[in-house]
């Protein structure tokens, strides 16, 4: 089993703040006058479109990737956060009807976006764990994972170099149905595939340490194109930053109860 969740790179702002503090953003906003509409109404819609994209960059930057300290080596492992956003305040930067185009008005504002979190219980909760989280080259690893609520969940392998493999669903196995509080065991117990720990060729380290992560959702989503064209994982490899924007970019325009997330950490040493 080579592969985990990838060293995510969210090209966001480094920006500081504790999990619960408001970030203020700029945002752009335009609504485009119908026959029956008036001017009020335009640009009622004009701030509403803005301050809709002020919640959704707001969302992007309480998402953004988190620095990890593991084994003394800095690491870069993405956090999804199940947050969505409140505004407390908006500021009108500029805003007037477009000089090429009167019947489009346009607003610039910029708005305190509070994150707020669901309540305990609200949404999916899912528990992840392996057969063995030490592990030398070659040894059987199963993986095992349990839902609160009925769900589809779509496994990913990091390796070392940031590969990622979409262990589930797969060519074979395309059903990621779960079902609440059942125990799930992958590779099923009755499949012939078998999951077995390797370190990549040009590894020189004495110890890899890689990890799994599950994905959960509500409803069957299209996170990451399939078209299992050869084998039987979907393998992305680390130069492959456009397979994790999509699947953040689509994870952001979920609501927060509708989805979770798990990850856990393996070593690997050879025999």
């Not at 707001?58 to 998402?63: C, K, M, S, T």
């Not at 500029?94 to 949404?123: C, F, M, S």
């Not at 595939?193 to 890689?210: I, N, S």
């Not at 990890?211 to 989503?221: N, S």
Request: with cysteine.
């Amino acid at each position: 089993m080579r592969r985990i969740f990838v060293a995510i790179l969210l090209l966001l702002p480094a920006i500081a703040f504790s999990s619960g503090e408001p970030v203020w953003v700029e945002s752009d906003g335009m609504a485009i006058m119908g026959e029956i509409e008036t001017p009020i109404d335009v640009k009622a819609r004009a701030k509403i479109d803005a301050q809709n994209k002020a919640i959704e960059k707001a969302v992007g930057i309480f998402l953004k990737s988190s620095t990890l300290v593991i084994n003394s080596q800095l690491s870069e492992d993405l956090i999804f956060a199940s947050v969505r956003g409140v505004i407390n305040k908006t500021e009108v930067l500029n805003e007037g009807w477009d000089e090429k185009d009167r019947n489009t008005y346009r607003i610039k504002l910029k708005a305190l976006v509070q994150p707020v979190h669901p309540e305990k219980g609200e949404g999916i909760s899912i528990k992840l764990s392996l057969s063995k989280a030490d592990l030398v080259e070659g040894d059987e690893v199963r993986i095992f994972f349990q839902s609160s609520k009925d769900c589809y969940a779509y496994i990913f392998s990091v390796a070392a170099d940031g590969s990622v493999t979409l262990l589930l669903p797969n060519s074979i196995d395309r059903d990621n149905l779960v079902k609440s509080d059942k125990v799930y065991e992958f590779p099923p117990t009755e499949s012939r595939m078998r999951l077995r720990a390797m370190l990549l060729p040009d590894f020189r380290g004495k110890v890899a340490e890689e990890k799994i992560k599950i994905i959960a959702t509500k409803k069957k989503e299209e996170l990451v194109p399939l078209g299992f064209r050869e084998g039987m994982y979907k393998v992305y490899d680390a130069k492959s930053t456009g397979m994790i924007n999509d699947l953040v970019k689509r994870l952001n325009q979920l609501d927060p109860v509708d989805w979770a997330e798990a990850t856990v950490v393996y070593r690997i040493k050879q025999r």
